[in-house]
């Protein structure tokens, strides 16, 4: 298993933008496709951005395409979620995680088998 600890969340305007980060150990990501989900209330935890293991592709939900940009510092075990243009539909806990077997990006969360303890993101209207 791979720990995983979230950090960067807050309260911000709409328009605004945070910078997520997810610290790993235990495990070096650059061997694995990393992942960012959301969890809105009364909501199911959806996909939000991947990054694979070769770091040559990065995947994204649709509706934040152009606004949100994943990276990743292998040096640092740490992979990172840039968010502007931010919407207060944008809100919810956003959570890290890990696909430890797959060679391909999936947007499903139980193809992700470590996860972080989350980070709570609210944007303001």
């Known amino acids: 298993q791979v720990q995983l600890v979230e950090s960067g969340g807050g309260l911000v305007q709409a328009g605004g933008s945070l910078r997520l980060s997810c610290a790993a150990s235990g495990r070096r990501i650059s061997n694995y496709i990393m992942g960012w989900f959301r969890q809105a209330p009364g909501k199911e935890r959806e996909f939000v951005a991947a990054i694979h293991w070769s770091g040559a592709t990065t995947h994204y939900k649709e509706s934040v395409k152009g606004r949100f940009t994943m990276s990743r510092d292998s040096a640092k075990n740490t992979v990172y979620l840039q968010m502007n243009s931010l919407k207060p539909e944008d809100t919810a806990v956003y959570y890290c995680?890990?696909?430890?077997?797959?060679?391909?990006?999936?947007?499903?969360?139980?193809?992700?088998?470590?996860w972080g303890q989350g980070t709570q993101v609210t944007v303001s209207s």
């Open positions: 995680a890990a696909d430890l077997y797959s060679d391909y990006i999936s947007e499903q969360t139980t193809d992700f088998s470590s």
